[in-house]
């Protein structure tokens, strides 16, 4: 099967990006160098095509009924121009999917992870069938740049039509870019302050260039995994699947089990009281500069397994070994002494809290 390209698969190639399937597209996964490219994003600004990642509108008077009915956060309590981050579960209460909700002057739009396009949609019909809203999915018509750094509110002054630079975390306001439509959002997946700007297929490159022009740095998939582990953001597929629920995610900060009835919250409610027995999602420092990565055992002294890791790597800005894992809540709590089997090998390793990355405001 041939992977999808973004309108920038060209330019990447053309910045001498190297490209790899990711998600059923090919995407750069690095230009420079991951090292550069963190650091970049830590000091000053990078530029990310995120446009493999699933953008989906809502039409219809039954569009804010649908979002209640399948959205673990509350979609009611949004603010005009809001965004919101929050899980779709399944009826078990296994995550499907971690989803941004945006509430717009006319409606409401959503953007998802792009291995899950496909699953979002049918949930999303199959949940509207009785209900009087379409989904529509403008995945394959716009593009989706992320600008993530400190100064990435330097490098987007003056190009929108609105002063973006007014806008608050996580909100979103549409304006116009080279006099066509676009949306422009302050959020992103790095731990940095920065933007993510939708606009329409064929202003992708001018985009792209404009704002490298202005020294933001081309950056890939490798990066955007090292920055997003620092800031402790889980990833479908390693710490987020539909065998794990929001609670021991430790996402319950983004399930409002009070907000009326939403497809997987009894389940939900159960998993809320019975916290703490489950597997945990925790944060470790390892000794040494040994990466630990996905499927490396969590072990305790007799060797005996009590977890597993889901993401882990050399961190570039911290320059420290970290992961993070599901362990059993006995050997949960921060300052736990543990190991991770590297290949055999055993290596210390402590839990520490979570995120290991913050940036100061």
């Known amino acids: 099967m041939t992977n999808r ?9 053309a910045h001498k990006a190297r490209m790899v399937p990711f998600g059923g597209w090919d995407m750069p996964v690095q230009y420079a ?12 600004a990078g530029l990310f095509d995120v446009s493999h990642m699933a953008r989906l509108s809502f039409e219809g008077p039954d569009a804010l009924a649908l979002l209640e009915s399948v959205f673990t956060n ?12 929050g899980l779709l579960c399944d009826d078990s209460g296994g995550i499907l999917d971690d989803v941004l909700v945006y509430r717009l002057p ?8 792009a291995s899950n396009r496909e699953k979002v ?3 999303l019909d199959r949940n ?3 209900k009087n809203t379409q989904v529509h999915d403008q995945t394959e018509t716009t593009a989706l740049v992320a600008i993530q750094g400190p100064r990435s509110v330097d490098f987007v002054a003056g190009l929108f039509e609105t002063d973006v630079s007014a806008l608050k975390y996580y909100f979103a306001t549409k304006t116009r870019y080279r006099g066509q439509d676009c949306l422009v959002s302050r959020t992103g997946y790095t731990g940095e302050d920065g933007f993510e700007v939708c606009v329409p297929n064929e202003l992708a490159v001018a985009l792209c260039d404009e704002l490298t022009g202005r020294g933001a740095v081309p950056c890939g998939l490798g990066s ?9 953001m889980p990833l479908y597929g390693h710490e987020l699947t539909e065998a794990i629920d929001p609670i021991g995610a430790g996402l319950g900060w983004a399930v409002k089990l009070d907000k009326g009835e939403f497809v997987g919250r009894g389940p939900l409610l159960l998993a809320q009281e019975q916290i703490g027995r489950g597997p945990r999602r925790v944060g470790l420092e390892l000794e040494g500069k040994r990466a630990a990565r996905e499927g490396c055992a969590v072990v305790l002294g007799d060797g005996r397994a009590v977890g597993t890791i889901t993401s882990g790597s050399y961190t570039p800005w911290l320059e420290k070994s970290l992961a993070m894992a599901y362990v059993e809540a006995a050997h949960a709590d921060v300052g736990t002494q543990i190991q991770v089997d590297i290949r ?18």
């Open 128 to 130: 509207a069938a009785a």
């Open 74 to 85: 509350s979609v009611a309590t949004m603010k005009e121009g809001q965004v919101r981050y």
């Open 5 to 13: 390209r973004t309108p920038l698969y060209d330019w990447h190639v």
């Open 33 to 44: 160098g991951i090292i550069d490219e963190h650091r970049a994003v830590r000091t000053a």
């Open 106 to 113: 006319d409606g409401y739009s959503m953007v998802a992870n």
């Open 224 to 232: 955007r995994d090292t920055l997003r582990l620092e800031a402790a």
């Open 344 to 361: 055999g090998s055993k290596v210390a390793a402590k839990v520490v809290a979570l995120p290991f990355y913050k940036r100061k405001k």
């Open 121 to 123: 949609v049918a949930w």
